[in-house]
């Protein structure tokens, strides 16, 4: 099994060709140069693959894709929302050595125990949120440089010191 990892999501269509704009979390501007095909999650766990036709640089976290057989805004509007991954070669490629998405997978520890693997990064302009399965729920930790302890990348962790009650809301 080929291991993905979730780049962004389509947020718009743009032109009448059927072009999309991809919002991603690579963490640096690309354009995906070289990159031939992707996989977007048509449904829960379900990816397809599309092919790239074009790419091209709309800003820091956007950029515009061309696919083929996606000649329309009409067709490019069925992808809206939709999540787009890489298998984990690919990701490596285009992924910046400090994007939090790098976070993916490693597990938070907060004095001492162990709360969960980190399933999704959420990057909000003063923290970071962290999606987890704490107690077999779904939780959201803040990853704030008042929180944050350390990162032990050979470990996959990430150590913090969250404030008391925090986790209550989830107990």
Known sequence: ??????????VATFGVKGEVVLHHQLGKKTSLKGLETIFIEVKKDEMLPYFLTDTRIKNDEEIFLKFEGIDSKEDAHRLMQKKVWLPRE??????????????????????GEDLGEILEVIEQPHQLLCRIDYKGKEAFIPIHEDFLLKIDQKKKQVQVELPEGLLDIYG
């Not at 099994?1 to 389509?10: A, L, P, Q, T, W």
């Not at 690919?90 to 004095?111: C, P, Q």
């Open 90 to 111: 690919e990701f490596d490629k285009y992924v910046a050595k400090t994007a939090a998405i790098l976070l993916l997978g490693f597990h938070i520890i907060n004095e």
């Open 1 to 10: 099994m080929i291991n993905y990892h979730s780049v962004g999501k389509i």
